[in-house]
Structures are given as C-alpha cells and as structure tokens.
C-alpha cells in the first residue's frame, strides 16, 4: 500500500518570501502525484500533477513541484507568496489516474503574513 | 474544464433523521466517483469507491448501512447517511472521474457539504 507524509503541519512565511511545502511519499509500485490547494469550507482544486516525463511540474499560478524518484520525494515550491496563497495544501498519491482513490497526506496550512 | 456540483453545501438536521447529498459531474461522464470524509484540521479520509451501475466498494471501518451510496447514473452519485448521530457531523467530499479516453480522466472534487447533527 501506498502512503504519504507531509513533513510539516504549519509553515508560516512573511509574504514575498519562498516557500516549500515538503512532501514524501511510499511505495513499492510506480504512483502518480498530486498537490491539491483547500481553502476554507471548501472543496479541493488541484495544483498540479505529475504523471509522467519531465520530472518539474508548473501550475498557473507561480507553484511548481518536482518529482525525485531517488528521494521518493514531491515537494512544492513558490518563489514568491502571496497573502491569497493562505491555504490548506495536501498531497496525494495514486496507483492510477481515475479509477482509484488517491490516498493523501495529511496536509499543510501554508500562512502567509504580511 | 470538468466540474463536480455537490450539494447541498451545508445542511443541519434532527438526530435520527437521513440526509441526502448529490454529486454531479456537470460536463463529464463520470464513470467513478469517491466519497470522503473531513473531519476538523485534519485530511481526507476516504469512506467508499463507486462505479456507475455498480455496488459501492467501502473502506474498512465505513458502516454500510449507515452511509448508503448509490450510483445509478453517469452524472450522478449520492450518499445517505441514515439515522444521523452528532458524531456523523462533518465535512464530506466527493469526487469524480471520467473514462481514460475522456479529456476530463483524472479526479475532480466538489465543493464538500457541511453536516451537522443536532
């Protein structure tokens, strides 16, 4: 069985500021990663993803993630972060792309300051 | 892009009493669908797999007949929970995702509904 683990619970960063959000996961089989973005009473919207090829991920909105198998590892970063960017963020992993559930971590509560 | 519609997005109801929530792909066939639970601060934890047509499969530790998920349709997938208890109070999700051909194959998620139990 696959599993995940989100090193930090809470990470506060004054904004402007870099941030990375650290990710690792396990697994004896090939999976698929994922970073979803949570805000409040919400639902989930995915970041980015990897599913294959280039092993750096981009998202539209200045995130980006890469993939090193060698550190089973898919850590999230952004160069500069803004106020909007207080979130709920969770990685998760997939054996596939549809049919099966992904299993998440436990999530990170991203807290810009100003 | 796909989206998921869930609602209601939050309901209060009498103990005892069953709820209702739906889960739509609005643009998507949505051949398998997932339902999870959120409980305060913490992350998703997932409570059923359904495929359209087919019997929901649950995760260990999910009561059956308490949260009771039908699938009937491609759009469609709902989840009952029955004889509601304050401990039933959450945050539930769903999720959808369409055939591997479709541009939309992936995992979409609705916008969750707030239960609370009084």
């Known amino acids: 069985a696959q599993s995940v683990t989100q090193l930090d619970s809470q990470v506060p960063v004054f904004e402007e500021a870099p941030v990375e959000l650290r990710c690792n996961y396990s697994?004896?089989?090939?999976?698929?990663l994922f970073w979803y973005v949570q805000y409040p009473n919400q639902g989930l919207q995915l970041l980015l993803k990897?599913?294959?090829?280039?092993?750096l991920v981009e998202s539209i909105n200045g995130f980006e993630a890469e993939f090193n198998k060698s550190q089973t590892s898919f850590h999230l970063r952004k160069p500069s972060v803004h106020i909007s960017d207080t979130a709920e963020y969770f990685c998760a992993v997939s054996l596939d792309t549809g049919r099966r559930a992904l299993t998440f971590g436990s999530g990170t509560r991203l807290q810009v300051q100003p | 892009g796909a989206v998921v519609s869930q609602h209601p997005s939050w309901v209060i109801c009498k103990s005892g009493t069953s709820v209702k929530i739906e889960c739509r792909s609005l643009?998507?066939?949505?051949?398998?669908m997932f339902w999870y639970r959120q409980f305060p601060k913490q992350s998703l934890m997932l409570m059923a797999t359904?495929?359209?047509?087919?019997?929901?499969?649950?995760e260990q530790g999910v009561e059956k007949d308490k949260f009771l998920i039908n699938h009937a349709s491609l759009t469609l997938s709902t989840l009952t929970v029955t004889s509601a208890h304050p401990e039933d109070s959450s945050f539930y999700i769903c999720?959808?995702?369409?055939?591997?051909?479709?541009?939309?194959?992936?995992?979409?998620f609705g916008s969750g509904t707030r239960l609370t139990v009084v």
């Open positions: 643009d998507f066939q949505a051949t398998t």
């Open positions: 999720s959808a995702s369409g055939t591997r051909r479709s541009p939309n194959y992936g995992y979409t």
């Open positions: 359904s495929n359209e047509g087919s019997k929901a499969t649950y």
């Open positions: 697994s004896s089989v090939s999976v698929y």
């Open positions: 990897y599913l294959s090829g280039s092993t």
